[in-house]
């Protein structure tokens, strides 16, 4: 359990690249939470940019795709090996924009 933790880590931060710090937490229920931090920018209160995700291969998924299309709009010139993912990442933002616009459409 804990060798393929970090096993999983180290994965996640070699394609996440050198400007993402990587970690996985463990849950309530003992399950993975992707925890990708941007070793540049800062959020609000001067606290770096993250983006946080629950849930063994969706979580990291997920949490990709938030750091994908942040490499992508923060950091243009930024090598890293999680980019080749980029448009699969914009297609599922798209995909759940869709989503919720269609959701907002059928309450009216
Ligand atoms: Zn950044």
């Known amino acids: 359990m804990t060798a393929s933790k970090s096993a999983r880590e180290r994965r996640a931060a070699a394609q996440a ?11 309530p229920q003992q399950e993975f939470v992707y925890k990708v931090t941007c070793t540049v920018c800062t959020g609000k209160g001067d606290r770096p940019w993250s983006t946080y995700r629950p849930g063994g291969d969706n979580g990291f998924l997920a949490a ?7 490499l992508h709009e923060k950091h243009r010139d930024a090598e890293a090996p999680c980019l080749e993912f980029l448009p699969a990442a914009q297609q599922r933002l798209h995909d759940r924009r869709g989503q919720q616009q269609a959701g907002r459409d059928g309450q009216g």
């Open 64 to 70: 990709m795709d938030r750091w994908v299309l942040h």
């Open 17 to 27: 690249g050198p400007l993402a710090k990587v970690r996985i937490d463990l849950g």
